[in-house]
């Protein structure tokens, strides 16, 4: 299989750059099939297919988790730098 494909999906991956790396991928799919549709599709073709679904998987998860991350800390900040509500003038207060 085509060496620099492989290497341009990794390095899209490995930036973030997730739009180019599904494009890419789409291409790495078509040519897989056409390898295995015309017989060609080797068994060690495969196994680096499988790696590097793999190992995109490990680098998206990551990048989502940092991403998760990063909004719950921008929700705490959140928090803190909105002021209270001020409280609603009642006609009746209760106090126990």
Not at 3 to 29: C, K, M, P
């Amino acid at each position: 299989m085509d060496n620099l494909l492989t290497d341009r999906i990794r390095q899209a991956v490995a930036s973030g750059e997730f739009q180019s790396a599904l494009l890419l991928w789409h291409e790495y799919a078509a040519r897989l099939e056409q390898e295995m549709h015309g017989g060609r599709l080797s068994k060690t073709d495969m196994q680096e297919a499988g790696k590097l679904v793999a190992w995109s998987r490990d680098v998206v998860l990551c990048a989502s988790a940092h991403a998760q991350e990063y909004l719950n800390r921008l929700n705490v900040a959140g928090e803190y730098t909105n002021p209270p509500a001020p409280q609603t003038p009642r006609i009746v207060q209760v106090s126990w």
